[in-house]
């Protein structure tokens, strides 16, 4: 037998640790590097040009623009990293958030329409799913089809144009309304407890198999520098932000349900067999299949997480407008597939993270909101925004030649 021993990327010390992730670096795995750096240079450009970029209602303002758009990035990300794409995905949640209005409209619970809006997210990721993994159609062509498709769709639903204000407090609450100062403080607190226990549960397992473990060191250095980001973002968002008289501070209600969604894909992503096969299909799906893994249900259910997930992003934008458009979701879903790449997620799939999704559509979100400030004409956004996108996607095609050796 042989003595040779495949590393699995946690043995070692933190010294080690930081000698491989250098490596990696070198091989072209960036991750989400750039798309950090790019937040940074971002940040610290309209600081500099703008005197209201980093006041405190704009940076509360800067997490409720980015939630919609983070949403829909997370939902393309299950889809992406089968090196597949969903071009429906905005107009989907605009579908469903139809439904949800002609429910109300009919007297509908508030909440039992909302569930049948998930679903009818869930029956359209379904479809796509089936018309790519079962009758071999390209992802581009279906999703394409469905975004002409559902835009006529929605029009037939609630009439050309016009806008139709949904008066359910509940969901206007949530883009809208604030926790109290002591809630933000014990959100914050659960997370760091929950990311604890996930991580000694996972090193409990690993051990439990004979399989080695980074140091602990480094586990208590990220969650150290998660408890320092997010306590100061929550003390910042916990200020007087109002220059009235009626104070306003408080987390925004939407960031913990946006944080606890990543949460827990990241989870799926990361600690279940459907994530390490989503990302083996991803990674090659010949070999995939020849392993045992279901390959069609896998891509299937992944195009219902992402038209689920969707769906959860068409929420938020009911819930900042107070109100469902007939033209919803044209032209958001762009953005989230720039938001995914910028944020390191690769369009050939099998990589990427969902944080990295988040990363990225913060990136956008800052660009418009700086430029918005600087009172830029609307198409400098687009320009901008494409121009980091084409810089994004060329880094990812760059890193994965000098991964795998490939020359020009």
Known sequence: MSDVKISSGHEGNVRDQITAYVQRLKNGEMGALPAVGALIAVGVLFSALSPFFLTKLNFANLFVQAAELTMLAVALVFVILLGEIDLSAGVTAGVAMAGFFLLLQGGTNWIVALVVAFVIGGAIGALIGFF??????????????????????????????????????????????????????????????????????????????????????????????????????????????????????????????????????????????????LYAVGGNAEAARRAGIKVANI????????????????????????????????????????????????????????????????????????????????????VVTGSVLILAATIDALSRKRGTGVRA
């Open 132 to 277: 790519v993994a079962r009758i071999g159609v390209p992802s581009f062509v279906v999703t394409l089809g469905l975004f002409l498709g559902f835009q006529g769709l929605q029009l037939v639903m609630l009439g050309e144009g016009g806008i139709f204000r949904v008066d359910v407090p509940e969901i206007k609450s949530i883009m809208n309304n604030n926790l109290p100062d002591w809630a933000g403080w014990a959100f914050l607190v659960l997370m760091l407890v929950l990311s604890a226990a996930v991580s000694l549960w996972d090193r409990r397992r690993r051990a439990r198999h004979d399989l080695a473990n980074r140091p602990i060191e480094l586990l208590i250095a990220k969650l150290a520098a998660f408890a320092i980001l997010g306590g100061v973002t929550v003390f910042l968002l916990n200020q007087n932000r109002s220059n009235g008289i009626l104070a306003i501070s408080g987390v925004p209600i939407v960031i913990p349900i946006t944080v606890l969604i990543l949460f827990i894909g990241t989870l799926v992503l990361d600690r279940t067999q459907f994530g390490r096969h």
């Open 299 to 382: 891509r299937i259910t992944a195009f219902i997480i992402c038209s689920m997930l969707a769906v959860v992003s068409g929420l938020f934008h009911v819930s900042r407008l107070g109100a469902v458009e007939a033209t919803a979701g044209r032209q958001i879903v762009l953005n989230g597939v720039a938001a995914a790449v910028v944020g390191g997620v690769s369009l050939f799939g099998g990589r990427g993270r969902l944080v990295h999704a988040a990363i990225g559509a913060f990136v956008i979100v800052m660009i418009e909101n700086g430029l918005g400030l600087l009172e830029f004409p609307a198409g400098v956004n687009l």
